[in-house]
């Protein structure tokens, strides 16, 4: 089994649209036999907050399904998330 965790720090002015990007992957996620327990977690160090932070969590069974996730699902997500972003700005 592989344990992906991963600490996200974002400036406020991305964080909606990196949210919206999250909760697709999280939700595509979700669908897949071979991964479980999806989810994310927003951390409050500061206040007033100067960034949001946030911490992704989620286990894979099956190293070809890491491959597969890495190489597939996730490059189109990112894809998508960059082009909104740059859209942004």
């Known amino acids: 089994m592989v344990v992906y965790n991963v600490t996200c720090n974002l400036e406020l002015e991305v964080e909606k649209k990196w949210s919206e990007g999250i909760d697709e992957k999280l939700y595509v996620l979700l669908k897949h036999e071979k991964i479980i327990a999806p989810s994310s977690l927003k951390l409050n160090l500061s206040v ?24 597939n699902v996730d490059k189109i997500i990112k894809e998508k998330t960059v082009k909104n972003l740059v859209k942004q700005f």
């Open 48 to 71: 007033p907050p100067k960034r949001s932070i946030y911490a992704l969590d989620y286990n894979i069974l099956d190293q070809n399904v890491v491959e597969q996730f890495i190489y």
